[in-house]
């Protein structure tokens, strides 16, 4: 594995009492790219994100990051490697605030023991300040900073997600994992979306995504690898994709690639 | 002698295992219909036991035969009852410690209602189930006998439940999906009320089994209760066939273990194996994964 | 406004705790007192693992026995000082803390419970039949009174304010740590455990602290309760006391401090209150406690916060998504 390499995902099966969710998937995802990973439903795209980040271990086959391998680690283990992660279907903390939030996304960060806290009353505010410092921080750039103290359950859908997304800033990783960060908002939304992942791929942030809008795909992603039924069909850039006959027939459909070709002025 | 002893010892702990086999069973049926951990059920088999014994033969007087099927419709009503006015209002709540403290209380109720009904003095039935048959040179008291031919029984009967009937099928399907069964047409509400009660029968037989086993008090089904919590963790958590595995591990090994350690500490084996399996093999002996 | 209000609210509750043993000279209340104060610290352990983290430790009753008797045992059988007691007790909470937390807070799932509630009866079932050691049914008997700086706390009166001291000081403590980065972590914890997980936080580590707080306070508060009553014997620890626990920290309010406390001055004090019923009181209370349970799940706090309703009908949307 050479430095330019960031995530290398290694020939991993994984089986489901008899259901093949993944196959033999390999792919490489190179520093400094947005790749995303795209497929039909159910062709294993996030069964493959919940092996990266630990969720579960592939049931065959290795995955490395930065040429660690991490294929048997616990998910706060690869996390702490520099590896946040989004959800597909929203996990936030439903009895904390928006504030609240982002700081257990920090949480790791900290380093005062519990003993420690409880004897020196100074030093654990010291602590929490600067917790707090990088909260706000996050918080002003997600464009939250009214709702800090607002509890998650009372936000739509559109400021859930974006609280989320903030979270896995919280702990400043390398890679960023987004789990279809655009499903479910509207243009609006999606655009301002759109907008703070390239900002933050600025940053220096390389960024893994599954995404189903093809006009978020095609217009942020570097590279793309798209699955069908668990196994890669297809890997390359945004051009190569739209290209590829296979993906046009099993995911994009014969009548995509004029749409594609107007759309992607409208954005 | 040593090999009669230990025949003799794996009989009456096969006997007291499949007690626990059924405690497991009957706790792990209402844990996989409504995700709750009935923490009252060592009192539910209390209550069977003094509904059988201090009502219907010591207080009324019928023939044990009328007072079982009297006791079991009985239980039948009151995990009808319980299940609608306790049970299906709790698994709604926002977290579970409510139900959990809601069952414990539950529990409390029915030791004090029974306390006041028939009083707290501890006794015995006579008659009920008692003298021994000779195997060879095994000597197994009727009460073993019938434990483990009706344990063997309520288990297939169950079985057959499950997997032949359509009440059985749907009760099935709410355990995996409450969300598609509703949508399949399956009335959640009705059918955890009926697990619950099928539940409730399951600790009436059982209460009216360990009669001849135990004195009859307040406290009779505590340690049943809690071992039977352990074998349905040592067989393999939320499975059936794991709870009868575990139930019949812990009381033969319990058991056996007489021969080695204080019989005042073999009631430590069950927590000791719950522990070790924990550690060991969280998924249980069988080790089926939900 | 409304945190002067609170403010208001502790003070008076202080001057109420400070000045009830004065005015009400008998000596039996002194010692419900007493034991409230113990509840307080106890039940502010229970939240830490239950009320936070929402793991259902079922076995208060043994932890506060190995507490208990542990200090016991110290002052009595080994003679050595009443400090070394209390010593050996927060000791013996690290142990169970972590010896029972590891093996099944490592799991997700119902396995602390079972743990927990099988380690209280096992730890009566040896403190009952070990009789070498813990004198069997008939207990410890003599504990020592505390002996402060030459004073001798020997009647329940003086004991009180010793022990509303370190109430109030283990209050805060516990009010400092839920309102730091522990609490929210184990708030977190009970929404939505992978999220947490996915933060880098190792969730075993955190719910074996939450566990081991509540050990820790659990067995102090049993060597308090030793040193309170002179005699202890395995009868008090039994599955009623753990569900008395239990009751104290909803009925009060699950998850705050002030919740703990209003809940183990209400349990504790309301049977009292109900023996005029005599045989009936004990039905009456459980009764109560199981009402509470179903029409009002947040507790007596929530009648001043006003939520009462929202969380209970919060379930519908969650459990949806929960059984995908």
């Keep these: ?267 | ?290 | 406004m409304r945190k002067s209000l609170k403010g208001a609210g502790i003070l008076l509750l202080l001057v109420i705790l400070v000045v009830v043993p004065i005015v009400d000279k008998n000596t039996y209340h002194h010692i419900v007192l007493c034991q409230t104060l113990v509840n307080i610290v106890v039940v502010t352990g229970l939240n830490f693992i239950t009320g936070l983290t929402g793991q259902m430790n079922m076995g208060t009753a043994g932890i506060m026995a190995m507490g208990a008797y542990s200090a016991a045992l110290c002052s009595t059988k080994f003679n050595f000082p009443i400090i070394v007691g209390f010593i050996v007790a927060i000791l013996m909470g690290l142990i169970v803390g972590k010896g029972l937390g590891y093996p099944s807070l490592r799991l997700k799932g119902v396995y602390l419970s079972l743990t927990t509630i099988g380690f209280s009866e096992i730890t009566r079932l040896v403190l009952t039949n070990w009789v070498d050691l813990t004198g069997g049914t008939m207990g410890v008997q003599n504990i020592p009174w505390i002996n402060l700086f030459g004073n001798k706390l020997d009647t329940s009166f003086k004991i009180y304010y010793f022990y509303l001291v370190i109430a109030i000081l283990v209050t805060i403590a516990s009010y400092r740590i839920i309102h730091s980065k522990w609490g929210r972590v184990f708030k977190a914890i009970k929404d939505n455990v992978e999220a947490v997980d996915a933060s880098g936080v190792d969730i075993a580590k955190m719910k074996i602290l939450a566990f081991t707080l509540a050990t820790v306070l659990g067995c102090f508060g049993g060597a308090m309760y030793a040193h309170m009553m002179g005699y202890i014997n395995p009868t008090t620890f039994t599955q009623d006391l753990s569900a008395n626990y239990l009751a104290m920290m909803m009925i009060g309010g699950i998850g705050t401090v002030g919740g703990s406390v209003l809940g183990a001055i209400v349990i504790t004090i309301l049977p009292e209150v109900l023996r005029f019923m005599e045989n009936y009181y004990w039905l009456v209370f459980s009764t109560i406690a199981l009402l509470f349970a179903i029409f009002l799940p947040n507790g007596i706090v929530s009648l001043f916060t006003g939520n009462k309703l929202l969380k209970r009908f919060g379930r519908t949307e969650k459990s949806f998504k929960g059984e995908e």
């Design chain 2, 1 to 290: 002698m040593t090999g009669q002893i230990i025949l003799q010892l794996i009989v009456s702990g096969l006997a007291l295992g499949f007690i626990y086999a059924l405690v497991a069973i009957e706790y792990t049926l209402i844990f996989n219909s409504t995700g709750l951990l009935n923490f009252s059920h060592d009192k539910f088999i209390m209550f069977g036991a003094y509904i059988f014994a201090a009502q219907f033969l010591l207080n009324m007087g019928v023939s044990p035969a009328i007072g079982i099927i009297a006791t079991l419709a009985t239980m039948f009503i009151f995990g009808v009852l319980v299940a609608t006015g306790i049970f299906n209002p709790l698994r709604n709540m926002a977290s579970p410690l409510f139900a959990v403290i809601g069952t414990v209380f539950l529990g409390r109720i029915l030791t004090e209602i029974t306390r006041l009904i028939w009083g707290a003095t501890p006794f015995t039935v006579p008659g009920f189930l008692k003298g021994v048959v000779r195997i060879g040179n095994v000597v197994i008291t009727k009460a073993n006998i019938t434990v483990i031919i009706v344990s063997a029984i309520i288990v297939v009967l169950l079985q057959i439940f499950f997997n032949k009937t359509k009440t059985g099928k749907a009760m099935r399907c709410v355990q995996q999906n409450k969300t598609a069964a509703t949508l399949m047409g399956i009335n959640v509400a009705k059918n955890i009320n009926f697990t619950i009660a099928l539940s409730a029968v399951i600790c009436a037989a059982i209460g009216i089994m360990v009669i001849p086993l135990f004195t009859v008090d307040l406290t009779i089904a505590n340690m049943i209760g809690l071992k039977g919590f352990a074998a349905g963790v040592v067989g393999g958590f939320g499975y059936l066939p794991g709870a009868i595995v575990g139930g019949i591990a812990i009381g033969i090994l319990e058991n056996l273990s007489t021969l080695v350690i204080p019989t005042l500490y073999k009631d430590c084996i069950a927590f000791v194996l719950l522990i070790a399996i924990l550690l060991i093999k969280p998924s249980g002996l069988l080790g089926h994964k939900k």
């Design chain 1, 1 to 267: 594995m050479n430095n330019e390499t960031i995530l290398k995902v290694d020939h991993i099966t994984k089986r489901f009492s008899g259901l093949v969710a993944v196959n033999d998937l390999s792919l490489l995802m190179k520093k400094r790219t947005i790749h995303a990973l795209i497929g039909p439903n159910g062709s294993g795209k996030t069964t493959t994100v919940n092996q990266i980040t630990g969720a579960f271990p592939p049931t065959e086959g290795e995955i490395y990051y930065k040429g660690t391998c991490t294929t048997h680690m616990q998910p706060y283990q690869i996390a702490r490697l520099g590896i946040s992660r989004t959800f597909q279907n929203l996990k936030l903390f439903t009895s904390l605030s928006v504030l609240e939030n982002l700081m257990v996304g920090g949480h790791q960060m900290t380093k005062m023991g519990i003993l420690n806290f409880l004897i020196n009353p100074v030093k654990a505010k010291q602590e929490e300040a600067q917790l707090l410092e990088r909260a706000e921080e996050v918080l002003e750039y997600i464009g939250l900073k009214d709702l800090r103290d607002t509890n998650v359950k009372n936000l739509p859908y559109g400021k859930q997600k974006m609280t989320e997304f903030g979270r896995a800033l919280m702990m400043k990783p390398e890679l960023l994992i987004l789990d279809e960060p655009a499903a479910g908002l509207n243009p609006t939304e999606r655009k301002a979306f759109v907008d703070i992942i390239l900002k933050t791929f600025d940053t220096g942030i390389d960024i893994f995504l599954i995404e189903h809008n093809m006009d978020v795909v095609m217009n942020i992603c570097t590279d793309i690898t798209v699955l069908n039924f668990g196994a890669k069909i297809a890997e390359g850039s945004p051009y190569d994709i739209q290209n590829n006959d296979e993906v046009i027939k099993a995911y994009l459909g014969d009548k995509y690639k004029p749409i594609m070709a107007v759309k992607k002025e409208v954005l």
